[in-house]
């Protein structure tokens, strides 16, 4: 009877241990269902794709363990001067550098946390924005639909404050003004910043 007893109370522990397991997070243990952040870092663009300076500020809400809702209005200031001309064949074309334009977009995504190592938590994000893009010195002016394809890494620094660093690959497309019409839009960020808790 003892045996039965301790082989039930062994087993019933072992179930116990196994939906813990199950039920374990893999979103940063410090995060709630809502969050807001704040970025800043550089972009790097080219031809008719804004760069240079990047400001971007967040709101997360989360989905599920795994996935947050990345909601994200993102400032884009660049220098440069004209950068237009026409060719010998008398077609408008655009051909600015790699910090210049300026954009302003926001954005909807999702954000994947991948478990975490002590308060380093690894994710990967997409999504899809619209953007206004502007080059002053040649007037010419785009809305832009770019996909953001990337990932980062959260660490915890106080209860309920993070500090963020993320990279992104961003591609998509444009219509222009002055005969331009449809334009690719590729390029390159990176940015850091803060975090806090709702």
Avoid: K
Avoid at 51 to 65: E, F, I, K, T, V
Avoid at 120 to 143: E, H, K, M, N
């Amino acid at each position: 009877m003892s045996r039965g007893l301790a082989l039930a109370l062994v087993l019933a522990a072992g179930t116990a241990h196994a939906d813990d397991a199950v039920t374990t997070s893999v979103t940063p243990p410090d995060m709630s269902d809502q969050g807001i952040g704040a970025e800043i870092g550089a972009a790097i663009g080219g031809r008719v794709t804004p760069g240079g300076l990047r400001l971007a500020g967040h709101y997360l809400y989360q989905l599920s363990d795994q996935d947050y809702f990345d909601g994200t209005a993102t400032f884009t200031y660049g220098g440069g001067s004209a950068g237009c001309f026409r060719d010998r064949m008398n077609n408008f074309v655009c051909d600015h550098g790699l910090a210049s334009g300026g954009g302003v977009e926001i954005a909807a995504g999702v954000r994947r946390f991948f478990g975490g190592r002590d308060q380093f938590w690894p994710f990967a994000r997409a999504g899809v924005g619209l953007a206004i893009v502007r080059y002053q010195d040649d007037s010419v002016t785009g809305l832009a639909i770019p996909v953001h394809l990337g990932g980062g890494v959260r660490a915890e620094v106080a209860d309920g404050v993070a500090i963020v660093g993320e990279g992104s690959l961003d591609l998509g497309f444009g219509v222009f003004n002055h005969s331009l019409g449809l334009q690719p839009q590729v390029g390159l960020a990176i940015t850091a910043g803060a975090e806090f808790r709702l």
